[in-house]
């Protein structure tokens, strides 16, 4: 095809792209025809085409993306110029005149093209580097952070220990979720792990680079290999990317704006194909290198279009291509639209019209297929860039074949058979519609709806009298003096049965008639518009005959069958189209390019802040792997439509990744030459890679064996202490003892000893003032009661006789439907064993310990009964009672009074609007309540409750922190951030984790009430501060990094509890069924 040279000059792929990028950034103008427009009426000056832009356009164009983060991040003192210099560059841009605006940009522009040939650095490196020194910067400062901040790691090592073969996550070293995001998907092609892993620098650059892409890209090469050769073999659970983002970092200047995260994705593989491309021109000896990078990453495309009626064709190569996400339902939809650009119609008629426009079609396919989904534009009404929200499917298989250069007439003619069957559709949902939404006003009813609502009106029993002439004006609304009785009910009251006589009307009756005149009327909402029993409940005809109702009824049945068919057949119609268009490319010949999806990146949050994750592919699990920091988990194809597909929370996939189905290569694991088996772990290294990685596990080898010498020292520190207690209080035990002597007996045997130390401190209290007295009153309750009822008066028959009254007592407990505020589990341990069902031998030993307490009062008798216990306590044979089931038991049963006092606690502090005390009694107390009732529905408290009030405890700490930052005062701003970074973060987690529909409304209401503040105006010292603190709140990581410590118990007696307990319960109720 012959082409004029300047239409091909305007056609050229990369210079082209760059004057429309600088023009999109400059004017905040996304219509790309209009801004060829400006291109081509300025011959390519972009100057001039801006200076076109701002003419055309009424009003000065808002500030882009770019711009919206220079002004709204950079601080004030970035401004403040030396000397005179300062003066001249500046040009008021306050008032109304367009020329100093075009200055300006032009200035801006001029600036930018000087500091490229001065530094050979682009305006592009400049902005990704501000991104990697924020995060080395927030790295370092995490450094000084408390041990309650998100980013710290475990000081234990076992908790950062790899387990077996799972894959290795990638710490957030500060604001860097999006390299992890971008790393672990590269790094998951195992062919791209392979050329990096095997990846070495040419000979000849090893002792000095020649330039500077050689000193950045080579150092970074290294780094990134070794950063590779962790994630193979390391013993860590997540490995440490600093030195890797050190070193792009360094590779720029320092810059304070941030770029959207897709542009160090286009870098970074710049990058690499440049590194690569010095490793290729090294072998290659007289051939065309082939950089691996390129045939890996990029593919053709061919231009086909007509510009001003001269048509043209272009070859192009392109990387990750670009879509535009709104307006469209799916991935089909954005690639159609993609491919055809303006108006195209011109390229398929003989004759050629002034109409522009092109079609795109691929020539070659990349073996890594990846979208960039376009979700950020710039909303030039509100001056900022915002995020698109809306819903995009992708499919986990995708067939290329119709995008193909080869099928370009196949294709066209099932495009235009589409039109054509859309078209059509769009008649018959218009018909539709009106049978489905029928009439003239704004409220709208299904037409055959309104039939049968017509059929069931002139079918009602009809009426003659109007509808008010039979109601007694004077009565009191709501009808309650009712109808005009009849005479006979007053004048003979007794001829009334009284069983007949219970009705409102028969009450009134036998009332005196001044009575029923004095009576004031009271008003009852649900009741007192009822209409009067007699009275039909639906409006009738008031005069119809029986053959205008046969006629009536004839015509509405069969008019409503037609009105029924006519929506079936409609309906039916419109199925068949949807179904013949998903069809349209099902046959086999279309579906010979098959790309299955590999991973999808995931951005949570604002066009200004939010955080970054993965979902990737695992072939050999057969399923999708969650990547998200050093946190590397099983999914679901379910729960990646959930996060990546948007329309849900503020999360929606950014970035698709498609690998060709037919080039297994990609995702195979490599095998050995000599033995044919797979290699795996550290095989897969070459030798400098595995001593790196194995010094590595030494080193942590060194720091679990250093931790595990500390807890074993720690440990025997304990136990000597304990052993030095448990001597000192046997020496006071023995110069009790010889001090008042006591008779030979089986209560000085050295078992008792050991009974005493076993028995809980509920059971057993040094002396009957302490906290438990109660328990002391009520077994010498028993012994009363069964010393009265019994003839005999021996002590085992007593015993005996006690511990089954005092069990029937508890069992009544344990039985009773009690009210929330009162709980006998709480009164008694036994009570709360039988509620939970625990064995009959547990039973059986406490209630003997219960009765072979020393403290009992000092009687004969009650002395007797307890030495009967005691003796029975040891005869007990260790096959007859498991004590490490009976010490479980107890440990549950003390279990859930520290989590009533945690749960009391906390809710008293919340009724008293003491929320950053009371949040974590309310966390501690959940989490300990969720870990009884998982063994029980009876062993903790409700659960709702407890979630209500976390809930609710989070909530108010996130508005005050919110109206602190508000504020804009610095002691306020800290507080608040403080609050939110050492309280409220922290304990998202806890929240994302079980996935339950209030919590996770919750947090969502908390992030959006700090990402509205994006778009307002703020000075720049909180621009920063909120820039820094938005993406721990963003992060959607449900692993519990680290927390506070639980707070101390307050000391409360049994009776105490119970008050305490009783007075909350009774003042919070329980838990509201709506709301969160």
């Known amino acids: 095809m012959t082409v004029e040279q300047n239409v091909l000059q305007q056609h050229s792929q990369k210079h082209q792209q760059t004057l429309l990028n600088q023009l999109r950034e400059v004017t905040g103008t996304t219509d790309i025809q209009l801004l060829q427009q400006a291109l081509q009426v300025s011959n390519g000056d972009v100057a001039e085409a801006v200076a076109f832009l701002t003419e055309k356009n009424s009003k000065v164009p808002?500030?882009?993306?770019?711009?919206?983060?220079?002004?709204?991040?950079?601080?004030?003192?970035?401004?403040?110029?030396?000397?005179?210099?300062?003066?001249?560059?500046?040009?008021?841009?306050?008032?109304?005149?367009?020329?100093?605006?075009?200055?300006?940009?032009?200035?801006?522009?001029?600036?930018?093209?000087?500091?490229?040939?001065?530094?050979?650095?682009?305006?592009?490196?400049?902005?990704?580097?501000?991104?990697?020194?924020?995060?080395?910067?927030?790295?370092?400062?995490?450094?000084?952070?408390?041990?309650?901040?998100?980013?710290?790691?475990?000081?234990?090592?076992?908790?950062?220990?790899?387990?077996?073969?799972?894959?290795?996550?990638?710490?957030?070293?500060?604001?860097?979720?999006?390299?992890?995001?971008?790393?672990?998907?590269?790094?998951?092609?195992?062919?791209?792990?392979?050329?990096?892993?095997?990846?070495?620098p040419p000979a000849r650059v090893l002792d000095l680079p020649r330039n500077q892409k050689e000193h950045r890209n080579l150092p970074f090469m290294q780094e990134l290999r070794n950063l590779f050769s962790l994630m193979v073999g390391s013993k860590r659970k997540y490995v440490d990317p600093s030195r890797a983002v050190e070193i792009l970092k360094d590779a720029f200047k320092s810059s304070e704006s941030q770029q959207d995260v897709s542009e160090f994705t286009h870098k970074l593989?710049?990058?690499?194909?440049?590194?690569?491309?010095?490793?290729?021109?090294?072998?290659?000896?007289?051939?065309?290198?082939?950089?691996?990078?390129?045939?890996?990453?990029?593919?053709?495309?061919?231009?086909?279009?007509?510009?001003?009626?001269?048509?043209?064709?272009?070859?192009?190569?392109?990387?990750?291509?670009?879509?535009?996400?709104?307006?469209?339902?799916?991935?089909?939809?954005?690639?159609?639209?993609?491919?055809?650009?303006?108006?195209?119609?011109?390229?398929?008629?003989?004759?050629?019209?002034?109409?522009?426009?092109?079609?795109?079609?691929?020539?070659?396919?990349?073996?890594?297929?990846?979208?960039?989904?376009?979700?950020?534009?710039?909303?030039?009404?509100?001056?900022?860039?915002?995020?698109?929200?809306?819903?995009?499917?992708?499919?986990?298989?995708?067939?290329?074949?119709?995008?193909?250069?080869?099928?370009?007439?196949?294709?066209?003619?099932?495009?235009?058979?589409?039109?054509?069957?859309?078209?059509?559709?769009?008649?018959?949902?218009?018909?539709?519609?009106?049978?489905?939404?029928?009439?003239?006003?704004?409220?709208?009813?299904?037409?055959?709806?309104?039939?049968?609502?017509?059929?069931?009106?002139?079918?009602?029993?009809?009426?003659?009298?109007?509808?008010?002439?039979?109601?007694?004006?004077?009565?009191?609304?709501?009808?309650?003096?009712?109808?005009?009785?009849?005479?006979?009910?007053?004048?003979?009251?007794?001829?009334?049965?009284?069983?007949?006589?219970?009705?409102?009307?028969?009450?009134?009756?036998?009332?005196?008639?001044?009575?029923?005149?004095?009576?004031?009327?009271?008003?009852?909402?649900?009741?007192?518009?009822?209409?009067?029993?007699?009275?039909?409940?639906?409006?009738?005809?008031?005069?119809?005959?029986?053959?205008?109702?046969?006629?009536?009824?004839?015509?509405?049945?069969?008019?409503?069958?037609?009105?029924?068919?006519?929506?079936?057949?409609?309906?039916?119609?419109?199925?068949?189209?949807?179904?013949?268009?998903?069809?349209?490319?099902?046959?086999?010949?279309?579906?010979?390019?098959?790309?299955?999806?590999?991973?999808?990146?995931?951005?949570?949050?604002?066009?200004?802040?939010?955080?970054?994750?993965?979902?990737?592919?695992?072939?050999?699990?057969?399923?999708?792997?969650?990547?998200?920091?050093?946190?590397?988990?099983?999914?679901?194809?379910?729960?990646?439509?959930?996060?990546?597909?948007?329309?849900?929370?503020?999360?929606?996939?950014?970035?698709?990744?498609?690998?060709?189905d037919k080039k297994p290569f990609l995702i195979e694991e490599e095998f050995d030459k000599e033995t044919g088996q797979i290699l795996s772990g550290m095989d897969k290294l070459p030798p400098d890679l595995k001593q790196y990685v194995k010094e590595d596990n030494e080193q942590f080898d060194k720091e679990i064996e250093e931790w595990d010498t500390m807890q074993a020292r720690k440990a025997q520190q304990e136990k000597l202490a304990l052993a030095a207690a448990a001597a000192a209080a046997a020496l006071s035990s023995t110069s009790t003892s010889t001090s008042s002597p006591q008779p030979m007996s089986i209560e000085s045997s050295p078992p008792d000893n050991s009974v005493a130390q076993q028995d809980p401190e509920y059971l057993e209290q040094p002396s009957p003032t302490g906290d438990f007295k109660h328990l002391q009153e009520d077994t010498e309750r028993a012994i009363s009661r069964a010393a009265a009822e019994q003839e005999d008066r021996s002590p085992e028959v007593l015993l005996n006789a006690a511990i089954k009254l005092e069990y029937a007592r508890l069992l009544r407990f344990a039985q009773e439907d009690t009210p929330p505020e009162l709980d006998y589990r709480l009164h008694h341990v036994i009570v709360y064993f039988i509620q939970n069902e625990a064995p009959k031998k547990i039973l059986e030993r406490t209630l003997l310990t219960q009765f072979a307490d020393r403290n009992l009062a000092f009687d004969e008798r009650c002395k007797s009964i307890m030495q009967v216990a005691r003796a029975k306590l040891d005869l007990i044979k260790p096959e007859e009672v498991n004590m490490d089931e009976y010490e479980m038991w107890h440990q549950d049963y003390r279990n859930f009074r520290e989590t009533t006092v945690l749960m009391v606690t906390g809710l008293e502090l919340f009724q008293k609007s003491n929320y950053v005390e009371a949040l974590m009694y309310l966390i501690y107390s959940y989490q300990y309540n969720r870990e009884l009732l998982l063994k029980g529905l009876y062993r903790g408290h409700d659960e709702e409750l407890l979630g209500y009030h976390r809930r609710e405890c989070l909530l108010k700490l996130n508005e005050q922190a919110a109206t602190m930052f508000e504020s804009g005062e610095e002691p306020e701003v800290s507080t608040g951030l403080g609050i939110m970074n050492e309280l409220v973060v922290p304990c998202i987690p806890l929240l994302l984790a079980q996935e339950a529909e209030k919590d996770l409304l919750s947090v969502e209401d908390m992030r959006n009430r700090w990402c509205s503040y994006l778009g307002q105006e703020m000075e720049a010292n909180l621009q920063e501060k909120l820039t820094d603190f938005l993406p721990k709140l963003l992060d959607c990581s449900t692993e519990i990094k680290s927390f506070h410590d639980p707070p101390k118990l307050p000391s409360y007696s049994t009776l105490e509890l119970c008050e305490r307990f009783g007075r909350i319960m009774a003042a919070v109720g329980r838990a509201p069924g709506e709301g969160r």
């Open 269 to 660: 593989l710049d990058w690499l194909e440049d590194a690569f491309q010095m490793k290729a021109e090294e072998d290659s000896v007289g051939e065309k290198p082939k950089n691996p990078m390129v045939e890996l990453f990029y593919g053709r495309f061919l231009a086909v279009g007509v510009l001003e009626g001269k048509k043209f064709e272009n070859t192009e190569m392109f990387g990750q291509y670009p879509l535009q996400v709104n307006g469209f339902k799916d991935l089909h939809e954005c690639l159609e639209a993609a491919m055809v650009e303006g108006e195209i119609e011109s390229l398929h008629s003989a004759e050629n019209s002034a109409r522009s426009g092109q079609e795109h079609w691929f020539t070659e396919l990349p073996p890594v297929l990846t979208f960039e989904l376009s979700r950020f534009e710039f909303n030039q009404a509100l001056g900022r860039p915002e995020k698109i929200h809306n819903k995009l499917e992708f499919p986990s298989m995708l067939y290329m074949d119709r995008y193909m250069d080869r099928n370009r007439e196949i294709t066209r003619i099932k495009r235009e058979e589409i039109r054509r069957l859309k078209e059509h559709l769009t008649v018959l949902q218009q018909r539709l519609e009106r049978y489905l939404s029928y009439g003239s006003g704004p409220k709208r009813f299904p037409l055959a709806d309104v039939l049968q609502y017509a059929m069931e009106f002139a079918s009602s029993k009809p009426v003659c009298t109007s509808p008010v002439e039979d109601i007694d004006t004077s009565a009191p609304p709501g009808g309650t003096t009712g109808q005009q009785l009849p005479p006979q009910s007053t004048a003979e009251p007794d001829s009334v049965p009284p069983q007949e006589s219970s009705g409102p009307a028969s009450a009134l009756s036998a009332a005196p008639p001044a009575a029923q005149q004095q009576r004031v009327p009271v008003h009852k909402p649900f009741t007192q518009s009822r209409l009067p029993p007699d009275l039909p409940m639906h409006p009738a005809p008031r005069h119809i005959t029986e053959e205008e109702l046969r006629v009536l009824e004839g015509c509405l049945h069969r008019w409503r069958s037609e009105v029924e068919n006519d929506t079936r057949d409609l309906q039916g119609s419109i199925t068949r189209i949807h179904r013949t268009i998903e069809l349209m490319y099902s046959d086999k010949s279309m579906m010979q390019v098959p790309y299955r999806l590999h991973a999808v990146l995931v951005h949570e949050g604002q066009a200004n802040a939010g955080h970054y994750w993965a979902y990737i592919y695992d072939p050999h699990q057969r399923c999708w792997m969650k990547y998200n920091d050093i946190s590397v988990t099983k999914s679901s194809w379910e729960e990646l439509v959930r996060d990546s597909f948007g329309g849900y929370r503020n999360a929606s996939a950014y970035c698709l990744m498609y690998i060709n």
């Open 62 to 200: 808002q500030q882009d993306e770019t711009t919206y983060y220079q002004t709204s991040q950079v601080a004030s003192d970035r401004y403040i110029s030396v000397g005179s210099q300062a003066d001249t560059n500046v040009i008021d841009l306050t008032g109304d005149d367009k020329d100093d605006l075009q200055r300006a940009i032009a200035l801006s522009l001029e600036e930018s093209s000087r500091a490229f040939r001065e530094t050979g650095i682009t305006d592009e490196e400049q902005a990704i580097s501000r991104v990697l020194e924020a995060s080395i910067a927030e790295n370092k400062a995490s450094l000084k952070r408390t041990h309650t901040e998100v980013w710290s790691d475990s000081p234990n090592p076992h908790d950062r220990k790899r387990i077996d073969s799972c894959p290795v996550g990638l710490k957030n070293v500060g604001n860097t979720c999006w390299f992890s995001a971008v790393i672990q998907s590269l790094f998951n092609l195992l062919e791209f792990q392979r050329l990096v892993l095997n990846y070495s």
